[in-house]
């Protein structure tokens, strides 16, 4: 089993449609939540970073946290096309992040 | 531009060959990671440096891979006797951390490496 699961995708969804991405994880030592958005050909940018349980907001994106699940999402609500990329959640141990393999999204106008 | 650097963005070298790809971090972070990201795959750990130490290197990281952080600024990984199975992109990020705490990692544009 690896440690972190993410459901590849892709995930098509219209403009202005609520997004939600999931990850599971098995170990768990990880203390710090992560999600990145990629686009093509360009290096991973940071859009959310938690360390408890619980929700976090900023703008668009919520990201929640369930450690007794061992579950992580982000939610992307007002979706515009402009979000189109992959997604990546990362959780952090011993200083080195592992990553999730991305969910690629596609937004529809 | 006050982002993490990475020079060349793309290289195309012949097998056997040596190269070396240079990352610029954020200024006041101490911190310094690579990893290396394949199609379809998330980013994978390599190496990281705690100011000039380097302090974990994975598994991944072969003896044909060397890293260096001279000064605790900028830093090289170089790759001698290039394989195929290196062609990847090699991503440089960087954070500010203190002892039992992380923060939050900032990632460069990537070297896009294809070995022929």
């Known amino acids: 089993q690896k440690e972190v699961e993410q459901d590849p995708g892709p995930l098509s969804v219209p403009e202005g449609a609520i997004v939600s991405l999931n990850c599971t994880y098995s170990n768990s030592a990880f203390q710090y939540f992560m999600w990145y958005r990629q686009y093509s050909r360009k290096g991973p940018e940071l859009l959310m970073y938690?360390?408890?349980?619980g929700n976090k907001e900023d703008g668009r994106f919520t990201a929640q946290v369930d450690k007794s699940s061992k579950y992580i999402s982000l939610f992307i609500r007002d979706s515009q096309p402009s979000d189109s990329a992959t997604y990546l959640c990362a959780m952090c141990r011993s200083e080195k992040l592992v990553f999730g393999k991305g969910t690629k999204l596609t937004v529809n106008p | 531009d006050t982002g993490v650097s990475q020079d060349p963005r793309h290289k195309i070298t012949k097998r056997g060959q040596n190269v070396t790809f240079r990352c610029d971090p954020i200024s006041e972070h101490n911190r310094l990671y690579w990893y290396r990201q394949t199609l379809g795959q998330g980013p994978e750990f390599l190496t990281y440096?705690?100011?000039?130490?380097?302090?974990?290197k994975s598994r991944l990281l072969s003896d044909r891979f060397s890293a260096e952080r001279p000064k605790g600024s900028f830093s090289t990984l170089e790759i001698q006797r290039t394989e195929q199975g290196d062609s990847a992109m090699y991503l440089c990020?960087?954070?500010?951390?203190?002892?039992?705490?992380?923060?939050?990692?900032?990632f460069g544009p990537g070297t896009r490496l294809t070995v022929t």
């Open positions: 440096f705690q100011n000039e130490a380097q302090l974990e």
């Open positions: 938690t360390y408890s349980s």
């Open positions: 990020a960087s954070s500010f951390g203190r002892e039992r705490v992380t923060y939050e990692q900032y």
